[in-house]
Each structure stands twice: as C-alpha cells, then as structure tokens.
C-alpha cells in the first residue's frame, strides 16, 4: 500500500488549503483513513479519521468546526478541507490508512498500518 499526500503550503492565518491523500495497491479491508501532523520537535498528533465504509467521522478538540475530512471511495481518496487556519496549525500533516476495526475513535497511531509521507503547512501570522 502506497499513499500519497499532496496540497501543502504557505497561507496566511485565517486562510484556507485542503490536503488529499490517495491510496494505492491492495486496500481491501480498510477501515479508515486518518490526517495527523506534526511540529517541529513534536510528537505526532491525531487531526481527523474517516471511516471507510459508514463515513463517521471524528476530530481533535483543536480543530474542530474548521477542519473537514471526507473521502471518495472509488478513487480511493481522503481530502482534509482546513479553515479559519492559526498559526498553531503549522505542521507536517501526515495521511493514514488501517484496517483494524478494533479502534473505534482511530485516533491512537497504532490504528494505522501505513503512512503517506507527509506535506507541510505552513500558516504564517
């Protein structure tokens, strides 16, 4: 499984960007696809996962009401729609992909089998 991330880059606070991550190769069984990111000098952190088939979704506190995750299932895709960014937001954001139904909320890192390979965001103030 391969998954490329892409739709980085420099905005200002209180702009716009949306990430999309595609998935390639055998992803029979997913269960959900999530966004993380991370800081310099931090540790990665949970942003938003989609559930593959019903569509549930959930969210870090920090985000929520300006982020939106969706997905499109026949190309196999995962967009994460970012409003209203702050500077905090400011990271490498990271896409996911597990098939292990056993993590309900998805927002623990063990929850993902594969990663794509991250895309920066910069949000200048």
């Known amino acids: 499984v391969q998954l490329q991330a892409s739709g980085g880059g420099l905005v200002q606070a209180g702009g716009s960007l949306n990430l999309s991550c595609t998935a390639s190769?055998?992803?029979?069984?997913?269960?959900?696809m999530g966004w993380f990111r991370q800081g310099p000098g931090d540790q990665r952190e949970f942003v938003a996962r989609?559930?593959?088939?019903?569509?549930?979704?959930y969210y870090a506190d920090s985000v929520k009401g300006r982020f939106t995750i969706s997905r499109d299932n026949a190309k196999n895709t995962v967009t994460l729609q970012m409003n209203n960014l702050k500077p905090e937001d400011t990271a490498a954001y990271y896409c996911?992909?597990?098939?292990?139904?056993?993590?309900?909320?998805?927002?623990?890192?063990?929850?993902?089998?594969?990663w794509g390979q991250g895309t920066q965001v910069t949000v200048s103030s």
């Open positions: 190769g055998s992803i029979l069984g997913i269960n959900r």
């Open positions: 989609i559930n593959w088939s019903t569509g549930s979704t």
């Open positions: 996911g992909i597990g098939s292990d139904p056993r993590f309900v909320l998805g927002s623990a890192r063990g929850a993902y089998d594969y």
